[in-house]
């Protein structure tokens, strides 16, 4: 059975700091592009930030460019995601996501993502 399973969630101070990992089973997706998504109360699933098959290529979304930084390790099947300066408006369930596209670029596009993590609640308090 594939898994994508998220953790590093939890409440925090405006300011703060948290890292996200998403740990993969049953199949490995080092030839795949990963990606987060965010969903916030009553709004719609949005994208955060892509990360290519190797790793040499990112994309951000412009509200978390500079601040949120996206990266792999395909030994350990493991994608993460850095979560600096920390705003109340990052509130939010956070998914990971699979590409089902090997060696594809990037995609900021929700509907392209196959396989899907059951997501991790980062609260930020101000």
């Known amino acids: 059975q594939v898994q994508l399973v998220e953790s590093g969630g939890g409440l925090v101070q405006a300011g703060g700091s948290l890292r996200l990992s998403c740990a993969a089973s049953?199949?490995?997706?080092?030839?795949?592009?990963m990606g987060w998504f965010r969903q916030a109360p009553g709004k719609e699933r949005e994208f955060v930030a892509a990360?290519?098959?190797?790793?040499?290529?990112?994309y951000y979304a412009d509200s978390v460019k500079g601040r949120f930084t996206i990266s792999r390790n395909n030994v350990k099947s493991t994608v993460y995601l850095q979560m600096n300066s920390l705003k109340p408006e990052d509130t939010a369930v956070y998914y990971c996501?699979?590409?089902?596209?090997?060696?594809?670029?990037?995609?900021?596009?929700?509907?392209?993502?196959?396989?899907w993590g059951q997501g991790t609640q980062v609260t930020v308090s101000s």
């Open positions: 990360i290519s098959w190797s790793g040499e290529g990112t």
């Open positions: 996501a699979a590409d089902p596209r090997e060696y594809y670029g990037l995609s900021y596009r929700a509907h392209e993502y196959d396989y």
């Open positions: 049953g199949r490995t997706f080092s030839r795949n592009p």
